[in-house]
């Protein structure tokens, strides 16, 4: 069974900086692209940044030069560096990734979330 495990998330003041992480468990044999997405109350889910398992990134325009993704293949985990964090920044983060498993083949996989708040 695969799982997509999120945390780092929590409350900052605006122009602070969180570090968000995704560890993707489970009888897996690759990792293909992994992303964030978040979704704010009363708005569709947006995509915020993706990254390819060579390490090719992309980035919605609303977060450039302020958060970074990266990931670590060898852990099997995606994070999202967010810095100069603003009071639109406040969403559920999640996590999405690409994941061949063993029992059920390549499929898209969704974490659990994590809240992040931007408040003074």
């Known amino acids: 069974q695969v799982q997509l495990v999120e945390s780092g998330g929590g409350l900052v003041q605006p122009g602070g900086s969180l570090r968000l992480s995704c560890a993707v468990s489970?009888?897996?044999?690759?990792?293909?692209?992994m992303g964030w997405y978040r979704q704010a109350p009363g708005k569709e889910r947006e995509s915020v940044a993706r990254?390819?398992?060579?390490?090719?990134?992309s980035y919605a325009d609303s977060v450039k030069d302020r958060f970074t993704v990266s990931r670590d293949n060898a852990k099997n985990t995606v994070y999202l560096q967010m810095n100069s964090l603003k009071p639109e920044d406040t969403a559920v983060y999640y996590c999405?990734?690409?994941?061949?498993?063993?029992?059920?083949?390549?499929?898209?996989?969704w974490g659990q979330g994590t809240q992040v708040t931007v408040s003074s």
């Open positions: 990254i390819t398992r060579g390490g090719s990134t």
């Open positions: 999405n990734a690409d994941v061949g498993a063993y029992a059920t083949g390549m499929r898209n996989y």
């Open positions: 489970g009888r897996i044999y690759s990792i293909n692209d």
